[in-house]
């Protein structure tokens, strides 16, 4: 309720206050508030989710979306606008699947696979069910006490309103199956992956150890697990689960670019963007619609300014981040141009408001940062003290490389109530929102392609 | 909605569970189960907030809260319980404010005068109001611009989950003043650092440079900073403010203490507490009536098990924390004793559910954390991957000498809405809440008391 009357109401004080006081950044603020009126990103995403649909990596989804992208970027006025493709090897693809409870009341169960996942044998697995309540109790079992049986770890995930819940919870699914494999287990279940109790299964990758069998593995919604959970704790409880997938050894995969070249020095390069791919289970609105569809927006608004700034906005739509792949392979082919890279940053935090700006470790009292803060602050946003852990897992590989990255939080507080499941629908965006952080992204890429700024002076200097 | 019923029913599965699979820690999961059902942090907040009120150090309440403090560790079964004295110099006491707008339709604003503040003139001062939309215009704001003025910050605060929202807003207050001053102002005014649009104003400490002009500072509430700053973009705004206040020269002040005391190695002390003292404009149920009675309760309910753990429990509650001065006459007091504290930590953090421990740099692999995580995922509590910050503001001169410091963040996002203001009251406390809060304590101060984890020998290989 807050968000959306006051962010409206402050961009019009901004614009009345402009006329009285001098405004450090008086470009930055205009088009700030230029992108907060825009409705940019959303006809973007209505498109992407209508035209486009589910999009995992090695889908005919995947394949529409790449020209979905293409004809996009070049509707918006990019230039340089291609595609750079990759293969993606042993892309995974749902099958049939189903869980039941087979003690009490049998009944069916809320699951879906997990990405990487081995198939059962056609008539799928049935054993009884060993529940943990934490990961560190699955951990803490002893080798061949959960032979032939069905694990499922039952731990809730913390709501927070960055990723920190969901990071510390979610290698019960990214390394559970491996931990129950090593002591014995035919199949391992985890609670989905998120804070919310409606009675839908969230999927997402799980990644086998080299040296562990590999067992079938899916997620089941909260509320099934929690009924497991109960019921074992009061007589043995056996289940039935069936999960069929098949891998595509080699998936022909793209990423997808576009440029709003810059005036003077084009081969510096300010590198944002989101991933096209995307799950199977929806049309993936948040995760990463809402990614694409804002650095598509904010740059494309920045290229509509008067003139473009000194230099170039590249916007990558990664090909195949949920899976893996994307980044890699695009770090592999932009080797050479690393160094030319000034900044890099990912949209894959969701649709909601933008609240915390993380920059490459910089000088708090560089009048560029303060410029920056200030054209922020009445979006509400700061600036963080604490630099970028991450720029996000497609820039990744050029982090490592040595390019600067930079992060904007946005409010994830919701966020994984959808993420993953068959809920993550535009149904759930709210229009304000994706306006306020489609303005942050504007003036973060504009201050940066516009200024001399050069993280990468400082990231050298850290690095030495 | 979620976190009361959830944490109820997990913890009965928990219970429930207990009885088929070996749970990690047993006596560290029934003394959470048993604090989670306590209801033990409540009555106490009851009868602080009721009994004694506002309790700013240098006044009255002050006096009857230390008599409080004692009855209640008395009462609560504590030993070795005393009052340590120190002196408050300069004391700060709220006198008469009043702030109105004489331009257009001449009305009142809700105005409170900031900690520190000198008075104005008792006619007040009159002047034109200069507006600034963000703490960085300020700063720009060239020598002499400001001569005369009365100056209006306005930027807005980030709402945040943790404190990092409030960091980010909070200079505008502590270091507006002088920065202003600098420029010429005759008087200062920053809008309430809160994210809350409530028409009441919120106190806090501010900082005068030594070198600067002090001129009298204070905070509006937020429609009315809006409403000035919407005023002065359209024509000459001026005001008139009164601020009184006075400072008692030398307060007597005191930290008051109840220990839990080890069975084993009483001389190696936990050292957890709240702060006594608050503002001035409510009874500060949140800030910190909470943390009082958090630790004060978390602290009795492991002093009420079977046997007391190996280490002793010291509670000490926190004599004049909103104005400093505590942390550093405990930490001068006990110079030599800081080597023999295993873990010092502050529950300043309002009264919301408890989400993230940080603990001082530790082992992730350690049994002895795996332990504590296993004990603090039922109540939706992770251990973060990063360590502790600062263990708050009171044990921070204990950090400064060597002391592992640990953070508990509870949700904050609507803690600030009320914090320094007249609405920090019972009324908003809620208890399940609270009764999480107090197990999740319980769980970290039973764990550190009872095993023989020693986060000091990594801090001291860190500090090398």
């Known amino acids: 309720m807050e968000s959306r009357s006051a962010h409206v ?12 006081l001098a405004f450090a950044g008086e470009d930055i603020a205009q088009l700030r508030d230029r992108a907060l009126a825009s409705n940019q990103a959303w006809p973007i995403l209505e498109s992407l989710t209508t035209e486009v649909g589910a999009r995992p990596v090695g889908s005919a989804g995947m394949s529409r979306a790449k020209d979905w992208a293409i004809s996009k970027f070049t509707a918006l006025g990019f230039s340089n606008v291609h595609l750079e493709s990759f293969t993606k090897e042993n892309a995974w693809v749902r099958g049939f699947e189903s869980a039941m409870v087979l003690t009490n009341n049998p009944h069916s169960l809320a699951v879906t696979g997990l990405g990487n996942s081995v198939s059962t044998p056609p008539g799928g697995i049935e054993a009884e069910v060993v529940v943990f309540q934490t990961f560190w109790d699955l951990i803490n079992a002893t080798p061949g006490s959960l032979n032939g049986k069905i694990v499922l770890v039952n731990q809730p995930m913390v709501r927070t309103q960055n990723e920190d819940g969901y990071r510390s919870a979610v290698r019960a699914r990214t390394e559970g199956p491996s931990i129950a494999a090593d002591r014995g287990a035919a199949a391992y279940l985890t609670r989905s992956i998120t804070a919310s109790d409606a009675a839908l299964p969230h999927t997402g990758l799980t990644r086998y150890a080299a040296a562990s069998p590999r067992i079938p593995a899916a997620a089941l919604a909260v509320p099934d697990a929690e009924f497991v959970a109960r019921l074992a704790a009061r007589a043995p409880v056996r289940m039935r689960i069936i999960l069929q997938s098949r891998v595509i050894p080699a998936a022909p995969a793209w990423n997808v670019v576009g440029e709003i070249k810059g005036r003077e020095t084009p081969d510096e390069i300010v590198l944002i963007g989101g991933h096209l791919d995307s799950w199977d289970l929806s049309e993936s609105a948040s995760d990463d619609g809402a990614g694409v569809a804002i650095t598509m927006a904010a740059a494309a608004l920045v290229g509509a300014a008067p003139r473009h700034p000194r230099r170039t906005i590249r916007v990558v739509l990664w090909g195949s981040e949920e899976t893996e792949g994307s980044g890699a392979a695009y770090a592999a082919a932009h080797r050479d141009e690393a160094l030319k890279i000034v900044l890099a940053a990912e949209s894959d935090f969701g649709a909601g408001h933008a ?110």
């Open 9 to 20: 109401l402050l961009s019009l004080l901004v614009l009345a206050a402009s006329g009285g």
């Open 355 to 464: 609240y915390r700006l993380a920059l490459p470790r910089a000088d708090p009292a560089d009048p560029r940062i303060a410029e920056l803060g200030a054209a922020l602050a009445p979006l509400k946003v700061f600036v963080s003290a604490d630099p970028a852990r991450s720029g996000g897992s497609d820039v990744e590989p050029l982090r490592v490389a040595g390019v600067p990255v930079a992060s904007f939080n946005q409010d994830q507080s919701g966020y994984f109530d959808r993420h993953h499941s068959a809920d993550d629908t535009l149904a759930r965006i709210d229009r304000a929102d994706l306006d306020q952080t489609v303005a942050a992204w504007a003036v973060l890429i504009y201050s940066v392609a516009e200024n001399d700024i050069d993280f990468r002076a400082t990231m050298s200097s850290e690095a030495k």
